[in-house]
């Protein structure tokens, strides 16, 4: 029997409450939702059936969007994976944020504040599952250390890479997996597999309080291995197709399969919800964590094999991909879930990206925000300003730099220096979304705006420590 829902004026009598008074006893008396936050390493923005994919089905996704709201322009945090999670983690912009570059060893300091401890710190269990890439065992960043009752996969992210690794971590302790040799592609442990349903028992585990279960999942990054039982990788093991692999084998084919492996995954966390009566009571996030990659391009397929950049029912392509900031770098799919609280088939076209999250959540659970965070809460359009009694609030701009380059977006203006030598290019997403038009000569005063911003927005970038090298990531061959 699933829990009643709350009426729509005790909701936003809870979140004045909430909001209002982020310390008093009352608000620590409501009964605060379960989060679920699901990123999945370099999915595309196209690279699901519910966008027209013309190959990939993912049908537990496809019906998260119609029970939920489907952002258009949520951007990532960053270009890259590890730039990306510390904007996702800390609430602040790449400009501010502490791991700005993709190196895999850049680590957190020891101060910063992420999402977990704000949720920690409102009575929260805390499990993180996959992915973490701020800080690898041996320095300041570890999660366990940033709120995490418990983390359990790869720390350093390029060791996150393999699917078949010796082994994984758990609070820094390395977890042996018995018969795998290191070989990234082959083995017999499928380590997304293992840290999947480490995910599935924290849930569980905590399904009596409130919880926060992060899952940053690998797939379909990486490089691509997978259990040759695995129902996805059936289905698509016998494809002809003619996509350039890397390794002249069927690396398009288990990238497909990985969609939809994660897919079914994904389902299987709505099935366990619904199971211990927290459907309703739990709100769901599900995105990838920068633009897509156009793997297996050639002549032939000049967007990719699968083309996550490209719509395929417009033609349309988001110029270039991961690695810029070009809109083929920033736009990822993003879409959340709350039975009875978001509206069920909703889009929202709202300008947001990362930094938000942080914000978000803690608005959600009545927390307050640090004042070096650079993100505005989107709850009054996920919940309706007439339930959170206030209008939607949107950024002055949004800011993003990576050491080389920079962007900076202003409704639809977006100005982009792509390498430190290049004059600021501007571009109208409102008429350019493809970004094919640089109208910088025609519009010299948005260029000298954008360029003040840029100014406002960066700061010296700070590294956390290492505390103890001999722990951290040595490479594959390390047992």
Same mark, same amino acid.
């Given at each position: 029997?699933?829990?009643?829902?709350?009426?729509?004026?005790?909701?936003?009598?809870?979140?004045?409450?909430?909001?209002?008074?982020?310390?008093?006893?009352?608000?620590?008396?409501?009964?605060?939702?379960?989060?679920?936050?699901?990123?999945?390493?370099?999915?595309?923005?196209?690279?699901?059936?519910?966008?027209?994919?013309?190959?990939?089905?993912?049908?537990?996704?496809?019906?998260?969007?119609?029970?939920?709201?489907?952002?258009?322009?949520?951007?990532?945090?960053?270009?890259?994976?590890?730039?990306?999670?510390?904007?996702?983690?800390?609430?602040?912009?790449?400009?501010?944020?502490?791991?700005?570059?993709?190196?895999?060893?850049?680590?957190?300091?020891?101060?910063?504040?992420?999402?977990?401890?704000?949720?920690?710190?409102?009575?929260?269990?805390?499990?993180?599952?996959?992915?973490?890439?701020?800080?690898?065992?041996?320095?300041?960043?570890?999660?366990?250390?940033?709120?995490?009752?418990?983390?359990?996969?790869?720390?350093?992210?390029?060791?996150?890479?393999?699917?078949?690794?010796?082994?994984?971590?758990?609070?820094?302790?390395?977890?042996?997996?018995?018969?795998?040799?290191?070989?990234?592609?082959?083995?017999?442990?499928?380590?997304?597999?293992?840290?999947?349903?480490?995910?599935?028992?924290?849930?569980?585990?905590?399904?009596?309080?409130?919880?926060?279960?992060?899952?940053?999942?690998?797939?379909?990054?990486?490089?691509?291995?997978?259990?040759?039982?695995?129902?996805?990788?059936?289905?698509?093991?016998?494809?002809?197709?003619?996509?350039?692999?890397?390794?002249?084998?069927?690396?398009? +084919? &288990?990238? =497909?399969?990985? $969609?939809?492996?994660?897919?079914?995954?994904?389902?299987?966390?709505?099935?366990? !919800?619904? @199971? /211990?009566?927290?459907?309703?009571?739990?709100?769901?996030?599900?995105?990838?964590?920068?633009?897509?990659?156009?793997?297996?391009?050639?002549?032939?397929?000049?967007?990719?094999?699968?083309?996550?950049?490209?719509?395929?029912?417009?033609?349309?392509?988001?110029?270039?991909?991961?690695?810029?900031?070009?809109?083929?770098?920033?736009?990822?799919?993003?879409?959340?879930?709350?039975?009875? +609280? &978001?509206? =069920?088939?909703? $889009?929202?076209?709202?300008?947001?990206?990362?930094?938000?999250?942080?914000?978000? !959540?803690? @608005? /959600?659970?009545?927390?307050?925000?640090?004042?070096?965070?650079?993100?505005?809460?989107?709850?009054?359009?996920?919940?309706?300003?007439?339930?959170?009694?206030?209008?939607?609030?949107?950024?002055?701009?949004?800011?993003?730099?990576?050491?080389?380059?920079?962007?900076?977006?202003?409704?639809?203006?977006?100005?982009?220096?792509?390498?430190?030598?290049?004059?600021?290019?501007?571009?109208?997403?409102?008429?350019?979304?493809?970004?094919?038009?640089?109208?910088?000569?025609?519009?010299?005063?948005?260029?000298?705006?954008?360029?003040?911003?840029?100014?406002?927005?960066?700061?010296?970038?700070?590294?956390?420590?290492?505390?103890?090298?001999?722990?951290?990531?040595?490479?594959?061959?390390?047992?």
């Amino acid at each position: 029997m699933r829990l009643p829902l709350p009426s729509v004026t005790m909701l936003g009598l809870w979140l004045l409450m909430a909001v209002g008074a982020p310390t008093s006893t009352k608000a620590e008396s409501i009964q605060k939702p379960n989060i679920i936050y699901i990123m999945m390493d370099e999915w595309g923005y196209f690279e699901s059936s519910g966008m027209g994919h013309p190959i990939l089905s993912t049908p537990n996704i496809d019906n998260m969007a119609r029970e939920g709201m489907r952002f258009t322009q949520f951007l990532a945090g960053g270009n890259v994976c590890a730039p990306t999670r510390s904007t996702l983690m800390t609430g602040q912009h790449t400009g501010h944020t502490t791991v700005r570059l993709n190196g895999g060893a850049a680590a957190l300091r020891a101060d910063d504040r992420t999402i977990a401890d704000v949720l920690h710190e409102r009575g929260y269990a805390t499990g993180g599952f996959g992915k973490w890439g701020l800080g690898d065992a041996g320095t300041s960043g570890v999660p366990e250390n940033h709120g995490f009752d418990t983390f359990f996969g790869y720390y350093h992210q390029v060791h996150a890479h393999v699917h078949y690794p010796r082994y994984l971590l758990r609070n820094s302790v390395k977890i042996p997996l018995a018969g795998n040799t290191g070989d990234p592609f082959v083995g017999e442990v499928f380590a997304h597999q293992r840290i999947h349903e480490a995910g599935l028992s924290f849930i569980r585990e905590n399904a009596a309080r409130p919880f926060f279960a992060y899952l940053p999942w690998t797939p379909p990054h990486g490089h691509w291995g997978m259990p040759k039982d695995d129902p996805a990788f059936i289905k698509y093991r016998d494809k002809k197709w003619d996509a350039k692999n890397q390794r002249g084998e069927m690396d398009a +084919q &288990i990238y =497909a399969a990985m $969609v939809e492996m994660v897919d079914r995954q994904t389902g299987e966390i709505f099935q366990l !919800l619904r @199971e /211990l009566d927290l459907d309703q009571k739990t709100i769901v996030f599900v995105c990838g964590d920068n633009g897509g990659q156009a793997y297996f391009e050639d002549e032939g397929h000049p967007h990719g094999f699968f083309g996550p950049n490209l719509n395929p029912k417009t033609g349309e392509r988001f110029r270039a991909g991961k690695g810029t900031f070009y809109e083929g770098g920033l736009r990822i799919p993003f879409i959340v879930r709350w039975p009875g +609280q &978001i509206a =069920a088939g909703s $889009v929202s076209n709202h300008l947001g990206y990362f930094p938000d999250v942080m914000a978000t !959540l803690a @608005e /959600l659970v009545g927390a307050t925000l640090d004042e070096n965070a650079d993100g505005i809460s989107i709850l009054p359009t996920l919940l309706g300003e007439a339930v959170v009694k206030r209008e939607q609030q949107q950024h002055p701009y949004l800011y993003w730099e990576d050491g080389k380059s920079m962007a900076v977006r202003v409704d639809n203006w977006k100005a982009i220096r792509p390498t430190p030598s290049a004059p600021l290019e501007l571009y109208d997403l409102s008429n350019d979304l493809e970004e094919k038009h640089n109208v910088a000569e025609i519009f010299p005063d948005m260029v000298e705006k954008m360029k003040s911003h840029a100014a406002e927005a960066h700061s010296a970038p700070r590294s956390g420590a290492v505390l103890d090298p001999s722990a951290r990531f040595q490479g594959h061959a390390v047992p």
